[in-house]
């Protein structure tokens, strides 16, 4: 089975349900590439619910190590959602305590909405977005729950101009990744990036949708915590696929976030607001290829205004920006490239120096080095890669020529 049809087949089993693909004609090697396949989209827990709740004649085509493989997934992922909500219920209480208005997106925001179980939705980290004059305020508080910044900078003032974050790590048995945004995509020096203004006017209430045992209440009853409005999720989850990560980079899971939202608010989506807000940011081919490749890969209903609007605007925005990041890096210098072409002028010098003349503190954390005589001597390996891997990314480009 090519993995074009296997992904045909999950989205087909995620979307309308399990009954509708033949799953007896699937052989053991097809069943390998299936797990391998949901197991780096994320999509396990998803195709375990889809299948749980099919018809019999359907749940007995499904091998049964497969069922325990899905079943694992479905478990894990219940585990790491709670285990993480948790961690939020206690920062969220802090915030709201201070009065810091905060917004709470991706992965937290949407099992928490737009999936019936809190399961379904596989989370990585926890994302929030807080007003940037509060930022060092709720970093703190981050750090009074044990939350620490692992990583140095390359470079002084590096972070403020090309990240769009402030991430953190709670190190235990299950460590828990925070980010803190100030931004939604990328730091000032990022073309794409824009004010968060309207983002804070575009809000409704969080509350969370179950109950913890472990606790005796979680609070449904904040002040100032968020989720974002439909239409202003789909604004930003779609610039996050294709101006952050890249489409083909971008796990099939993010895909169907946007199928979720298109099905389950598409009453309280205001495509007109969405529309003229995405060619305000310049945002409008991010909006339209995103929503494109989710109808393509979930049938996901758009209605027709909104397709005409798409095939009027095709290729204005960052348009340049978004096929670069499609397309796959096989050396560190094209990898660069890609972010350093997304970045202003004064942004690209910046980030040029920082890559050739990193901080000492950021080189004795990136090359493990224990002794400070050896930092010369890293330094000239460090060059020597880059000169190396400049010479690869020329070849590969003359012979593509």
């Not at 899905?70 to 961690?87: A, G, I, K």
């Not at 339209?288 to 095939?311: G, V, Y």
């Not at 050896?374 to 000169?387: A, C, G, S, T, V």
């Amino acid at each position: 089975m090519i993995e074009q049809n296997l992904q045909k087949t999950v989205c087909l089993a995620i979307s309308k349900g399990a009954e509708h693909v033949e799953w007896g004609r699937l052989l053991s090697q097809d069943w390998r590439e299936i797990i391998e396949f949901i197991y780096s989209h994320r999509l396990g827990p998803l195709l375990f619910w889809s299948i749980k709740n099919a018809y019999q004649a359907t749940r007995n085509q499904i091998p049964e190590d497969v069922n325990e493989q899905l079943l694992l997934m479905y478990v894990e992922s219940t585990r790491r959602n709670l285990h993480l909500f948790r961690e939020l219920a206690l920062f969220l209480d802090l915030l709201d305590q201070q009065n810091i208005k905060t917004i709470v997106l991706k992965g937290a925001s949407l099992a928490n909405t737009v999936y019936h179980d809190n399961g379904l939705r596989p989370m990585a980290d926890i994302d929030l977005l807080i007003p940037v004059d509060n930022l060092g305020a709720a970093v703190e508080m981050a750090k009074s729950l044990g939350y620490h910044d692992p990583f140095p900078e390359a470079g002084p003032g590096l972070k403020k101009i090309l990240s769009h974050h402030e991430y953190l790590i709670k190190e235990n048995q299950s460590p828990v990744q925070m980010e803190m945004h100030h931004t939604l995509l990328g730091g000032d020096a990022f073309r794409y990036s824009v004010p968060v203004d309207w983002f804070f006017t575009q809000v409704e209430p969080f509350r969370f949708q179950y109950q913890d045992k472990k606790q005796k209440q979680l609070n449904d009853e904040y002040q100032n915590v968020f989720n974002l409005s439909p239409a202003a999720q789909l604004l930003f989850l779609t610039a996050h696929i294709t101006f952050q990560h890249g489409l083909n980079a971008s796990p099939l899971i993010w895909f169907y976030d946007l199928d979720r939202i298109c099905r389950l608010d598409s009453d309280r989506i205001n495509w007109d607001v969405l529309l003229e807000k995405a060619g305000e940011f310049h945002w409008d081919s991010s909006l339209s290829i995103a929503l494109l490749q989710t109808r393509e890969k979930f049938n996901t209903p758009l209605p027709e205004k909104i397709l005409l609007q798409f095939d009027r605007k095709k290729g204005n925005g960052y348009s340049a920006i978004i096929f670069s990041k499609a397309n796959s890096s096989q050396t560190r210098m094209q990898a660069e490239w890609k972010k350093i072409f997304a970045l202003n002028w004064g942004g690209r010098l910046r980030l040029i120096s920082a890559l050739i003349f990193p901080n000492p503190a950021y080189m004795r954390y990136r090359y493990r080095i224990d002794k400070s005589w050896k930092l010369p001597f890293f330094y000239l390996y460090r060059w020597d890669y880059i000169f190396l891997d400049g010479l690869r990314t020329i070849l590969l480009h003359l012979q593509k020529k």
